[in-house]
């Protein structure tokens, strides 16, 4: 078994420090997995693939995880994805069951990871298979409908739409690629920038301004306050048992399903999957009325469904090149590093990265078990580092990323700073920083596959009539900008309502 | 062959013009998006803004005007000092160590609240080790380039 022969103590290493650096990342407020993995991208330059995935899985899964531990012991989610946990998370730990609280957690974190796993590898390839046959204009508008997804749930749908189109703006900067067909002129740019912005701006110095230095200018800006998660006591005068369990396989299945399917779905964040999945058991509960009053059910759904999201978002970008979360559009840049292109061809021309993906994403979820479970008590401790000792290494490991991702240019480590103000003024503004990410990536595809269905068929209507897929695709488009308004005019309703009553 | 109605859609692009055809498309999204933004939220924001809910001012409230303008210069100051110095050893990423202790250094002592002796030895120690260790196991082993 050639697998076999991957499997080897460095391999198993790169997955540990990865759980135990995503961990940390995700335990604290503010950091996130995706600035664990853009942070962290560094020191894969000297890997190869397979050992890549091996640390930037573990970040992930790790960084996924490691929320739950501020969410129930000081009612902050560590990431957006765990803010369901803090619903029941944190009064269970008030009344002296936060070790119960944080192990039954991870043992749904575990759940819901396993079971995203075996989605992906059994949807993955079937997805794939169907995307090769897909011509520029199917392909032009799966990125479209990726656009209108994840602008449609943004806060202000016109807002995400603005900033989704940005993105593709930003992105079209540059040179019109000769190597994919274009005419090789450079558009959007003055010709004194032509020595820097010819390719563009990098992908990753991007992504670790918006992700990474952005993050710590608008800690900057509140003053940097908590010098550490001080007061993270566990309590346990209940201790864990699995019989915690019993009756929730329903649960833990429904809330892993919902936290698979948000993360296929283009650019939803974890908190989307873990408040629908916590809703969700909510309504089926038999005891809904008890639900945020501290029961560990509250904590099954949302935990199996944040870990469900792992390989769901790993389904669009290993078989349409289409990032599921903001996390997979960082792992991206770790592909592109490795000269490999992820989308409908890369499962079946590189199988044997394809096994190592899902057997890297079982074993990073099961040293995140092995880890949080047993040493929880001193990942407290790490994860007390304060915020003047841990920034400053942050943005140390920004400029390492953005300087080497090229080989040593110094105006991608300028793109850094250009980038992490335009994330911070963007969320000032109330733009939307996932949509911007999504419209960045997807940008210069998008033009491709749009101009080339063009040139090849000279009329608009083939973008409607090209094929049955095209036809519903549309359909997926129309319905999800229809979602979103109705979603907008029934939050209006109801606030006229509460007003008026 | 396209009927009556169909043509009306004929789009030809000529390959010299062919870059600017997407561009020129998002530009014009960016533009209606614009518009219609400021029409459905706009009335909203400038009774925000009339309120004082909302202001474009730098300050207010939490904000440490301070310690986030110092760490935008300090920024700035790091990677314009970390090319010149690395202009004097090329490809060795002395650029990178020689700047990233003493900037790691400030940027601490920009970020702590209540600086004790104890604070400022770890400080100190975190400024030194951590660049140093990232140079040797990046530059050194890794062959990672840095400034």
Redesign the interface.
């Known amino acids: 078994m050639d697998i076999l022969s991957l499997l080897t103590p460095i391999y198993f290493v790169l997955v540990f420090v990865g759980i135990v650096v995503g961990i940390i990342f995700g335990s604290i407020p503010g950091l996130t997995a995706t600035m664990a993995i853009a942070v962290c991208l ?2 894969t ?2 890997l190869n693939l397979n050992m890549s995935l091996a640390l930037l899985l573990g970040l992930y899964v790790g960084g996924i995880s490691g929320g739950l531990v501020p969410a129930i012991l000081l009612k902050i989610p560590g990431t957006p994805s765990s803010i369901a946990t803090t619903f029941d998370g944190h009064p269970m730990h008030q009344k002296g069951e936060g070790e119960l609280a944080l192990r039954t957690g991870i043992v749904a974190s575990l759940f819901g990871g396993v079971f995203s796993a075996a989605v992906l590898f059994f949807f993955a390839p079937a997805l794939a298979d169907m995307a090769i046959k897909f011509s520029y204009v199917e392909k032009f508008l799966i990125i479209f409908f990726a656009l209108t997804v994840i602008a449609s749930l943004s806060k ?1 749908v ?2 995400g ?2 900033s989704g ?2 993105g ?2 930003i992105s ?1 900067i540059g ?2 690629d000769t190597t994919v067909g ?7 740019m003055f010709d004194f920038m032509e020595p820097y912005l010819a390719d563009g701006f990098s992908l990753l110095p991007v992504l670790i301004g918006v992700f990474g ?1 952005s993050t ?2 608008q800690e ?6 908590g ?1 550490g998660l001080a007061g993270m006591a566990l309590s346990h005068r209940t201790r864990f048992s699995l019989r915690v369990f019993k009756g929730q396989m329903v649960n833990l299945i429904r809330s892993s399903s919902i936290g698979t399917f948000v993360g296929i779905l283009p650019g939803i964040g974890g908190s989307a999957a873990s408040v629908l999945a916590y809703t969700q058991q909510k309504n089926f509960s038999k005891e809904p009325a008890k639900m945020g009053t501290g029961v560990p059910e509250g904590i099954i759904a949302s935990e199996s469904s944040n870990n469900g999201l792992t390989g769901g978002a790993l389904i669009p970008l290993l078989s349409l090149g289409i990032p599921g979360d903001s996390t997979t559009a960082v792992m991206i840049a770790a592909f592109t590093l490795q000269g490999v292109q992820v989308g409908p061809l890369f499962i079946g021309e590189n199988p044997q990265t394809w096994d190592m993906i899902i057997v890297s994403l079982l074993v990073a979820n099961l040293f995140m078990f092995v880890v949080m479970f047993f040493a929880i008590k001193y990942i407290i401790k790490v994860i007390m580092v ?4 841990l ?3 942050i ?3 920004c ?2 990323g953005a ?2 991702i090229n ?2 240019i ?1 105006f991608d ?2 793109t850094l ?1 250009l980038f ?2 335009f994330g911070y003024i963007a969320e000032k503004l109330g733009l939307e920083i996932a949509p911007f990410i999504m419209g960045f990536i997807l ?1 210069r595809s ?2 491709l596959y ?2 080339k269905s ?2 090849s068929f ?4 083939i973008f409607f009539t090209k094929s049955p897929i095209a036809m519903l695709l549309w359909v997926l488009i129309a319905l999800s900008i229809g979602y979103s308004f109705y979603s907008v005019m029934k939050t209006n309703h109801q606030a006229k309502g509460a007003n008026g009553g | 062959m396209g009927s009556g109605f169909t043509q009306l859609f004929d789009v030809h692009i000529e390959f010299s013009q062919s870059h600017l055809v997407f561009p020129a498309i998002v530009g014009w999204v960016l533009v209606v998006l614009f518009g219609a933004i400021v029409v459905v939220y706009g009335p909203g924001l400038v009774r925000e803004f009339r309120s004082g809910k909302r202001s474009l001012a730098l300050g207010g409230g939490d904000f440490d005007k301070f310690r986030f303008l110092a760490t935008i210069a300090l920024t700035i100051a790091y990677f314009q000092s970390m090319e010149v110095v690395g202009g004097f050893f090329p490809n060795k990423g002395f650029g990178f160590l020689i700047m990233s202790i003493p900037v790691m250094f400030l940027f601490s002592l920009l970020f702590v609240h209540g600086l004790t002796a104890r604070k400022l030895v770890v400080i100190g120690l975190n400024a030194v080790i951590l660049p140093s260790v990232a140079w040797y196991v990046l530059k050194e082993l890794f062959r990672v380039s840095l400034p």
């Open positions: 560094p020191l330059y000297g202000r016109l807002v739409l603005f189109a940005l593709v703006w079209l040179t019109y274009g005419n090789g002129d450079t558009r959007l230095l710590i200018l900057a800006a509140q003053g940097v306050k010098g304060p915020k003047h000792i920034y400053p290494g943005i140390v490991m400029v390492i300087y080497a080989s040593g110094m480590v300028w700073l992490g103000l940008g998008a033009e749009f101009v063009l040139e000279g009329n608009l209507t």
